[in-house]
């Protein structure tokens, strides 16, 4: 990784958001995540979380 540079925070439809960019050596560019494609990412992420302790 070469650097990671993170942005102010701002107040967006009542949220705080905080941007950052990562920057990788040879990746190439990745696609970024919206704010509402991160929450139901990590929605999900939960939801199998979750799953796999009660199995």
């Given at each position: 990784m070469d650097k990671?540079?993170?942005y102010a925070p701002k107040t967006?439809?009542?949220k705080r958001v905080q941007l950052l960019d990562?920057?990788?050596s040879s990746v190439g560019?990745?696609?970024e995540l919206t704010p509402e494609e991160m929450e139901e990412a990590?929605?999900?992420h939960l939801?199998?979380?979750?799953?796999e302790k009660t199995a």
């Open positions: 990671i540079v993170v967006i439809d009542g990562i920057y990788y560019i990745l696609h990590f929605q999900q939801a199998q979380r979750n799953k």
